[in-house]
């Protein structure tokens, strides 16, 4: 008999009980282990055929890993992309679980060969169910979570990126796959125009413990600094104390260009921040930053107008345009009428003689919608404290920590100590 029809055969008889998947899971790191199993993957079709994806996901898995381990081309990633969703949709989670290298080897090449085939949104939906069937809680961050955010991106499926950024990750196997995760969500939230949001991912990128500074990380802190000043008008270089110390000696010397912009920023002056991101353009664009920075130079308009309202109640359009260093009223009255679609400014424009009245926040923070939202924040604080005192308490019961702390401590005798002396009464 063939060798590969008798796996198939071990494959179809021991994929019922747990007992049975154990024997097979070591058959199958056996076989596997033969390269030749790579000369069949131009027959993959017609031996997976014989084996269903949801009853013998294990040997399914195997198979298929061991098929596609090798560069494909074109035609031949025609071939395996609906072989490898189809089997992602059907297979069975307890099996996978097995073996999970395999798993995330197999949808890592689904990636690369829907991106070869121009076609990244093919592999959104299947890595997503990928991603859900890997994970062993919401807590948990997989290394498929920054594939999946990758393709969205590569696709500009921005919102269904979303779906997996509202988690609270608590668990984390490699770094690399945390800076990703942060990092491509910090993009997709950009592509949101969830400025505030993307300003989370990206300080916690820069903020991540580091032991040498990462390109992960330079990447993001231009990208922070940008956002900063889309969102708030203001940048600080001081990173909190309990960034790296390598990130806060050396992320300031990959970003000058940056910091710069926000120096500039800073002086209100809307001609020289122009002009600087004019000189720059260059810079800017082999980053491919140049569409968030000149969202940048549109947000000082913004900003500009946002502190009129602190000024005054009433104000023509001609007088924002002039203030402001807009072209004309039609330019001020289209940024004012966009300040207000997106909340930033509350205000009524007479279209009558041209002026603008700007109004106070209507919100009277007690409606029912909003109501359910404290309260839903409030419970979201409570359950993140309870899990950083489980956390905190793991922390210090764990022999390393605990050994190491021990190290590092220093012995004191009791006379180091200032004692208060006895007094007479």
Request: glycine share 4%; proline share 4%; net charge negative.
């Amino acid at each position: 008999m063939d060798p590969m029809e008798a796996l198939i055969t071990q494959i179809q008889g021991l994929s019922s009980s747990a007992a049975d998947l154990s024997r097979l899971h070591t058959i199958l790191k056996q076989a596997t282990a033969d390269v030749s199993l790579r000369s069949y993957s131009d027959h993959l079709p017609s031996l997976l055929s014989n084996l269903d994806p949801s009853l013998h996901s294990l040997g399914f898995l195997f198979i298929l890993d061991a098929s596609i381990a090798s560069p494909v081309s074109k035609p031949q990633a025609e071939i395996f992309v609906p072989i490898v969703t189809t089997f992602i949709a059907a297979c069975s989670v307890e099996q996978i679980q097995l073996a999970p290298d395999k798993f995330v080897s197999v949808c890592k090449k689904l990636k690369d060969q829907v991106v070869l085939l121009e076609a990244p949104i093919r592999g959104v939906a299947p890595m997503l169910t990928a991603v859900r069937k890997l994970q062993v809680s919401t807590e948990r961050l997989t290394p498929l979570h920054p594939e999946f955010l990758l393709l969205c991106l590569l696709s500009k499926c921005y919102k269904t990126g979303l779906a997996i950024l509202d988690d609270d990750i608590f668990e984390v196997d490699q770094p690399r796959d945390l800076f990703l995760f942060f990092y491509y969500g910090g993009m997709i939230c950009i592509g949101q125009k969830r400025f505030q949001k993307a300003l989370d991912l990206l300080h916690n990128v820069v903020t991540a413990p580091m032991s040498s500074l990462n390109a992960i990380a330079v990447e993001a802190y231009k990208k922070y600094i940008l956002v900063s000043l889309i969102r708030h008008g203001q940048f600080s270089t001081n990173l909190p104390k309990y960034s790296s110390s390598v990130a806060q000696r050396n992320l300031k010397n990959f970003c000058q260009p940056y910091i710069e912009l926000a120096n500039s920023y800073g002086t209100g002056k809307i001609a020289e921040l122009e002009e600087y991101v004019q000189t720059n353009t260059h810079k800017f664009e082999s980053d491919n930053n140049l569409g968030l920075v000149k969202q940048v130079v549109s947000s000082m308009y913004k900003r500009n107008i946002q502190r009129l309202t602190q000024t005054y109640l009433t104000l023509s359009l001609q007088d924002i345009a002039n203030t402001v260093q807009l072209n004309s009223p039609k330019d001020a009255e289209m940024h004012v009428l966009q300040m207000i679609q997106d909340g930033e400014i509350y205000a009524m424009i007479n279209q009558k003689d041209g002026m603008v009245s700007f109004l106070e926040d209507p919100e009277q923070y007690k409606t029912c919608e909003m109501i359910e939202h404290i309260d839903s924040s409030i419970q979201r604080v409570m359950a993140l404290s309870r899990k950083l005192a489980t956390v905190d308490e793991q922390i210090s019961c764990d022999p390393i920590y605990l050994s190491k702390v021990g190290r590092e401590r220093q012995r004191y005798d009791f006379d180091d100590f200032d004692v208060p002396q006895k007094f007479n009464i």
